[in-house]
Structures are given as structure tokens and as C-alpha cells.
């Protein structure tokens, strides 16, 4: 029994309280939210303290895009709370005992953390408040079934997407909790550093923040989710839900999301309640094997040789700039360093481009995508470049090598994403922005030519992996 789970047992022996406190993590809202609703059930007619710890082990490494959205979505979770907000900033296994000590609270309310970082501190932080005679009370998590709950019948847990969606779907979303009392108590007496002012975001522009903008994003797109089906692999046309980076701070719960689709049965609906088990798959995933966040899942391909050095690194730096002279490439890249977001169609697209033509591991592009996204999330983001890269769980095969011309013709027929992203071709009409190199002028932009010949690398990419197998 982990320390959460042990200090939860002993809630019922606590002497009651006046006051609790709340710590909010990934969980930036007040609607649909199991571990707010403990917390005020545990003041038992006292105040409820709102916390948000600026951790540096989690700030530092985070880009500038993800941490303005962090930022701003504090700032509209305080405005929800009438400014009642506190923000500390270190070490949570000493600000959070201080918190709970400097108001008396006995409880310390939390929604689970499933990541490996977020389950280490989280012991760590009830170890230190049990020594205080204090306990750490998780209810809930940021998934709508907690990550280790979905298992096969021996009990072990799922290696492969479908058979886990299925056993999702058995056990089903639960319904979303009550809604929070209008006469909640906030405890306000306690000075904290508030919310920094939001990083240098340079050219990148964010939407909208915070549990409104969720809320109204998610309806805008509930009224075209039947054609999610058909325009989710389009990035050239408003097809994707663009809830990605709500659901990573909890400004909306995935709960809510499948609650509202409940009775649904278009395609388009079923394949976006699927997205969403996709999520907690790769969640789970990373609750049973943690060190998947930065390790082969399957290690079969530890040998393939990958390309290191001077030329390699102006190539890396090309793929970032969105400058490798494939058009469906570098507008997905230049799209990610413009809005901290990228389609996922590009995703796929853009790992393939950097395991597979430039032979470089995907642990440089994971590293990348997560200092670049808004919407930066471990589990989703390693393991979906360990799919592509044929290492993980469900891994497209590392043989299936995407073609950056044809995904492009493909999936941006008519050349609008690639136009609208990449002004150097924005004078090619409909698919001839995929080839600037067989239109006349194609180049009288300062376009760059192709940095690799695909042909080429797809053929070594594949002798490579060959070598790797042994075969």
C-alpha cells in the first residue's frame, strides 16, 4: 500500500477540522472535481485553502509555451476562486506540511498524480505530513479511469491498444461529480509569491486559457464532432477538438468530455471517445512502466544506429527552424513554433522525418516537442514518438516509413496548410506547394531545397533497421 493510499485509510481516526487544504496540481478548475469536493466535505462547515506550489523540478524543464499556460490558467482558476488562490514557490515536500501547519489543517486534499515524478513526490510529501501528525487525501486523478485500474484478468496490465479500450469500456467513465456549493469558505489570510508574469513567448500566440475557455471550446467543437471522423487527418481544415492543453492542466476533466458524448453514435463521436482512451492508454502505460518516459518500451531496436555530429546537428536545427526543404514537414514544424502546437497528422509526419531521413533518435524530437508544445503531456507525447519510432506499445512498424511528398498531397490536397504556414510558397496554387521543385519559380521565394533525398534514406533507414535485427 503506497503512502496516499495508507494515510487515506486513516481519514475516519483524524480529528475533525475547521479548515483543509487543497492542492491543486493538474486540476485547474472547480467543475467536476472529485478531490475540491472532499476538501470542502473535510472543512466540515470550516474554509478550504486553495494552493498551487511553483515546483522548479517540474518548471525548469518546461518551455516557455507551457509554462504562459500555466501561468494564465492560474491566474483564471484564482479569478474562480475570488482571488483566493495561494501561490508558494520550492519544494513541495516542504511547502505543503508549512501550508497545512500555518492554517491547522489535518487534510491535505489532492487529485492522484500518475506520472513518475508526480507519485515520488506525492509519497514524499505524505511521509513528511504524516511526521507532522497530518495526512495527504487523494480522490480522483486527471483521467476518467485512474491509470493501473484497467488490467487483464491475471491482473496484469495491457500492452496492446485495442484489447485495453476494450476492457475501458467495459468498466465505463464514471459520471461527473456534483457540482461545488455556492457558500464554500475560502481561507484568505496567507501571503504567497502569486502567479509570475508569463515568459518570453516570442513569436508563439496562445488561445484561449482556463476552465471557461475549455468549456467553450469543447462546445464549439461538440457541434461539429460528427465529421471528426473525416477531418481529424486534415490539418488544413478546423477538424481536431484543440483540447489537448485544457485536459493537460484539468482545465475540463476527460470525465466530463465522455459524459456529454454518452448516447452518441455517430463515427465522429466514437473516434473522439477513443482519442480519449488513447490518452489514458499511454497514461497506464507509464504507470506500470515509468522508465518508458525516457527508455525503450521494447528494446529490440537499442542497436540501430543513429547519426550524431556537426552535419547532423545543422540538420536537427534545419528540422526545427522548418527548414528542411519538404514543404508538409516544415509547415508542420513551423506550425509548432508559432502557436506551441502542431496537428497530429504532422506529429507522425515530423517523427518519422527525424528517425527515419535523418536517422537521429527519437528521444531528441520527444525533447523538443516538449520545451515547443502548449500541450507538453509525457506519457502522450514519449510514447507517441516511441510508436512512430517502432520502440513502444501498438509501434507502427520502424519499416513503415512516411512519405513527407504523398502525406502531404494526401492530407493537405489542395496546398492550404503548407501556404499558410510557409509564405515562401505561398504563390504555388493547390498541390504544387508539395513539390516547389517541379514548378516553375518554385524557388523565387528563398525556399530551401531538400536537405536529404527520401528515397535514399528510406532505403538506408531500412538496411539499418535490417542490421539491428540481425537479419
Do not use: C
Request: aromatic share 10%.
Amino acid at each position: 500500500m503506497d503512502p496516499i493510499q495508507r494515510e487515506r485509510s486513516r481519514v475516519d481516526t483524524v480529528a475533525d477540522v475547521t479548515d483543509t487544504v487543497m492542492w491543486f496540481r493538474r486540476d485547474l478548475r472547480t467543475s467536476d472535481h472529485p478531490a475540491l469536493l472532499a476538501a470542502v466535505a473535510g472543512a466540515d462547515g470550516g474554509s478550504v485553502l486553495p494552493l498551487f506550489v511553483l515546483d522548479d523540478h517540474l518548471l525548469t524543464p518546461a518551455g516557455a509555451p507551457r509554462t504562459a499556460w500555466l501561468f494564465r490558467s492560474l491566474r483564471a482558476l484564482s479569478a474562480s476562486l475570488d482571488g483566493a488562490l495561494l501561490v508558494r514557490r520550492g519544494d513541495p515536500v516542504d511547502v505543503v506540511p508549512a501550508v497545512a501547519a500555518e492554517v491547522g489543517a489535518s487534510h491535505v486534499h489532492v487529485s492522484a498524480d500518475a506520472g513518475p515524478y508526480g507519485r515520488r513526490r506525492d509519497a514524499a510529501v505524505a511521509k513528511a505530513l504524516v511526521a507532522d501528525g497530518r495526512s495527504l487525501v487523494a480522490t480522483g486523478s486527471p483521467y476518467a479511469i485512474g491509470p493501473g485500474t484497467v488490467v487483464k484478468k491475471d491482473g496484469s496490465p495491457f500492452a496492446v491498444f485495442t484489447p485495453f479500450s476494450r476492457a475501458w469500456g467495459e468498466i465505463g467513465a464514471p459520471r461527473p461529480a456534483r457540482d461545488l456549493p455556492d457558500d464554500v469558505r475560502w481561507v484568505r489570510r496567507l501571503a504567497g509569491v502569486g502567479v509570475p508574469e508569463d515568459p518570453d513567448l516570442g513569436t508563439v500566440t496562445l488561445p484561449p486559457v482556463g476552465e471557461e475557455a475549455a468549456r467553450q471550446r469543447f462546445g464549439e467543437f461538440l457541434d461539429a464532432v460528427d465529421a471528426y471522423d473525416e477531418l481529424r487527418d486534415r490539418p488544413d481544415r478546423p477538424g481536431t477538438s484543440q483540447l489537448s492543453a485544457h485536459l493537460k492542466y484539468g482545465e475540463v476533466h476527460p470525465r466530463t468530455l465522455v459524459e456529454a458524448l454518452r448516447g452518441s453514435t455517430s463515427p465522429g463521436a466514437r473516434t473522439f471517445r477513443t482519442e480519449l482512451v488513447w490518452r489514458e492508454f499511454y497514461a497506464d502505460v507509464l504507470w506500470h512502466r515509468p522508465e518508458t518516459a525516457r527508455e525503450y518500451y521494447r528494446p529490440e531496436l537499442r542497436t540501430m544506429r543513429f547519426d550524431h555530429g556537426p552535419a547532423t546537428d545543422e540538420q536537427v536545427q534545419a528540422w526545427k527552424a522548418g527548414r528542411t526543404g519538404f514543404p508538409f514537414v516544415d509547415a508542420g514544424m513551423r506550425q509548432l513554433a508559432a502557436e506551441g502546437w502542431i496537428h497530429n497528422r504532422l506529429r507522425m509526419v515530423v517523427a518519422s522525418f527525424l528517425v527515419k531521413d535523418l536517422h537521429v533518435d527519437w528521444p531528441v524530437g520527444a525533447r523538443h516537442f516538449m520545451q515547443a508544445l502548449r500541450d507538453g503531456d509525457l506519457a502522450s507525447n514519449n510514447h507517441g514518438w516511441q510508436w512512430t519510432a517502432g520502440t513502444g506499445t501498438d509501434a507502427s512498424p520502424f519499416f513503415r516509413v512516411f512519405n513527407p511528398i504523398t502525406q502531404g498531397q494526401k492530407f493537405d490536397p489542395d496546398g492550404a496548410y503548407v501556404r499558410k504556414y510557409v509564405p515562401e510558397l505561398a504563390h504555388l496554387a493547390g498541390k504544387a506547394a508539395h513539390t516547389p521543385w517541379d514548378a516553375a519559380g518554385g524557388y523565387d521565394h528563398g525556399y530551401p531545397e531538400p536537405i536529404v533525398d527520401h528515397k535514399e534514406e528510406r532505403v538506408e533507414a531500412l538496411d539499418r533497421y535490417a542490421e539491428a535485427r540481425g537479419r
